[in-house]
């Protein structure tokens, strides 16, 4: 019998794999994590894991979830802090700005997939 958190583990693992398994920016596939570029209104700490796993996999079929590693995640940082500009389509891009000089901070390409947003 599996353990609530190995379930979790298990029902994570198998989402990202739906999502493409690598990260949206540069392909790899160590420390992925769920990035919204457009912001959430929920806290992950504040929702059951059912919830979580739920709730971003609703997110990515939405076109409002990607994967990101670690490293892109934390570079691209929170939507509050800057602004977005998202074009849609299968090569669609996210462009962050700075707030203050609307200069260009980071860029980057979403994978082509059968989900494409």
């Given at each position: 019998m599996m353990t609530k958190a190995e379930r979790y583990a298990c029902n994570r693992q198998s989402l990202i794999e739906q999502m493409g398994g690598c990260c949206t920016y540069c392909k790899s596939t160590e420390k992925i994590q769920f990035h919204h570029p457009f912001g959430r209104l929920w806290q992950p700490?504040?929702?059951?894991?059912?919830?979580?796993?739920?709730?971003?996999?609703?997110?990515?079929?939405?076109?409002?979830?990607?994967?990101?590693?670690?490293?892109?995640?934390?570079?691209?940082?929170?939507?509050?802090?800057?602004?977005?500009?998202?074009?849609?389509?299968?090569?669609?891009?996210?462009?962050?700005?700075?707030?203050?000089?609307?200069?260009?901070?980071y860029s980057g390409n979403p994978v082509q997939s059968e989900f494409a947003y």
């Open positions: 700490n504040k929702a059951a894991r059912w919830v979580r796993i739920a709730r971003y996999r609703r997110e990515w079929q939405s076109g409002l979830c990607v994967l990101a590693c670690k490293k892109c995640n934390l570079a691209i940082g929170k939507p509050s802090g800057s602004m977005y500009v998202y074009v849609r389509g299968s090569y669609g891009k996210i462009v962050k700005l700075d707030k203050v000089t609307g200069q260009e901070v």
